[in-house]
């Protein structure tokens, strides 16, 4: 009997997700893919094929990630890039760049896995997203406290969870769609920027997110860690 293994990806109908879900159906496992647009799913669906599978979900909503994860299979792995939110400083005192940048960010993947966990095969891995601004801040400090508990989550989730392994991988800017699907004066700028602040001098690819991800997920001696793939920006 064919020994296939399933993982869950909220947030896998674009960038950084839907690369790893890309990569985890050429060698053969199966994907759970989750997002709110009906459309993108449709179309990951349609493009990963036939070892995918998919229902639209809202990270922010609890009852939706229950019904997600009904009848799921047994899975290997859940991986959560799922989060739209702004960004804003201390001093405007915006609700928005704050406290609903922590419910759709920290509380989205936290509720995320506690949804998760009954479908969790006993040896499985969870790798949480975080921001490389979660150590180096570069204004708005609501959101690098936001990729800073997200960190501490993986640590104290890994504790608890053992041996399920609990990982967080915490990006530099990286050229996704999150990036893409906003003006190009903005994009660029921000590029440029990226660039005089990391040792690579270029912002990673999607690829290379999706990569340092399949490697939490696979090695079965992580647990607890926060990789950064972030071209040496924390470095500095
Ligand atoms: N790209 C960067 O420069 C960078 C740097 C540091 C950290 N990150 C982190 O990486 C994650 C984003 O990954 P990405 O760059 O690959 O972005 P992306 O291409 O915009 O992909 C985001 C994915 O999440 C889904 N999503 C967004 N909000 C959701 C929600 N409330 N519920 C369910 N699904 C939702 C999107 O689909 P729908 O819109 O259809 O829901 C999409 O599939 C974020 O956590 C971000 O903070 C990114």
Redesign the pocket.
Known sequence: MENTRTYAI??????????LARMLVERGDRVL?????H???DS?LKELGQRTSGR??????RA?LEIFFRQSPRLSGLF??????VTGTFASGALESSEELFR??FW??YWAVHSALPYLNPDASVVL?????SVRPIGAPAYAAC?SALEGLARGLALELAPIRVNC?????????????RPDDIRNSAYDHWKTLCALKR??T?EE?AQAALFLLDNGNMTGSTLYC?GGYTLR
């Open positions: 909220i947030g896998g109908t674009s960038g950084i997700g839907r690369s893919l989750g997002g709110r647009s459309q993108r799913l990951t639209v979900v809202d990270i922010t909503d939706s959560t890039p799922a989060a739209t939110y759709a960010k989205g993947q997203m975080s921001g490389a601004a990729n991988l915490s990006p530099g800017t990286t050229d996704s769609d999150l990036w893409r699907n912002p990673g999607v997110q972030d």
